[in-house]
């Protein structure tokens, strides 16, 4: 089962926003609203920044959205900061009781 | 306030076998599912497998890739949960982490990781 498909990379200047897609299929993003995003810095353990494709865990900004259409979610990161350079991972559980992770995008803050 | 610690990673020929253990502490243990997710070095996040609580059925799940070689099970008494790994070869090489999900997400959404635990698959 191949991954989702996210950008390898992506960038932006602080301040502004930008979006990342995870593009499954109608199996897994398509059916199940089970999709999360998590963010990765550097040398850190992966942090969990939003689940069931809306909701935000405890203590992570506003300023982190996601939203679905169709077999594509997106992660949306509003007010870029230096702070949010990291690789994002999607996931999202499939028809075949597994759950399945995009293959990571690098976030770069200009 | 909620803690995984992983043991059990190590140096390991391919074909050989390894058991990780994941110690966990700060919620009702017995009440969640637990989640496995590994991490190649430099690689991307892959999920391994889940167990899920007695009160569900205590059943696991597996990715593709390790059916059949890898087998998680649960000790509730020693808040404990393992994932023993058989026939091991290169690829099985990453960082492996324990995780706990966000409650009533059915380990989809691990919010809780444990620092990881490297394993080594190399003759």
């Known amino acids: 089962q191949s991954a989702l498909t996210q950008p390898p990379s992506v960038s932006g200047s602080p301040g502004q926003s930008v979006a990342i897609s995870c593009t499954g299929t109608?199996?897994?993003?398509?059916?199940?609203?089970?999709v999360s995003w998590y963010q990765q810095a550097p040398g850190t353990v992966p942090k969990l920044i939003i689940y069931d494709v809306t909701n935000r865990p405890s203590g992570v900004p506003d300023r982190f959205s996601g939203s679905k259409s169709g077999n594509t979610a997106s992660l949306t990161i509003s007010g870029l900061q230096a702070a949010d350079e990291a690789d994002y991972y999607c996931?999202?559980?499939?028809?075949?009781?597994?759950?399945?992770f995009g293959g990571g995008t690098k976030l770069t803050v200009l | 306030e909620v803690q995984l610690e992983e043991s059990g990673g190590g140096l390991v020929k391919p074909g050989g076998s390894l058991r990780l253990s994941c110690a966990a502490s700060?919620?009702?243990?017995?009440?969640?599912?637990m989640t496995w997710v590994r991490q190649a070095p430099g690689k991307g996040l892959e999920w391994v497998g889940h167990?899920?609580?007695?009160?569900?059925?205590?059943?696991?799940a597996y990715a593709a890739p390790v059916k059949g070689r890898f087998t998680i099970s649960r000790d509730d008494s020693q808040n404990t949960v393992y994932l023993q790994m058989t026939s091991l070869n290169t690829d099985d090489t990453a960082v492996y982490y324990c995780t706990k999900d966000v409650p009533l997400t059915m380990g989809t959404a691990a919010l809780y990781w444990g620092q990881g635990t490297l394993v080594t698959v190399s003759s």
């Open positions: 167990i899920i609580n007695k009160r569900d059925g205590e059943t696991a």
């Open positions: 109608s199996s897994d993003v398509g059916t199940y609203n089970r």
């Open positions: 996931s999202s559980w499939t028809s075949r009781n597994t759950l399945l």
């Open positions: 700060g919620f009702p243990f017995s009440d969640a599912w």
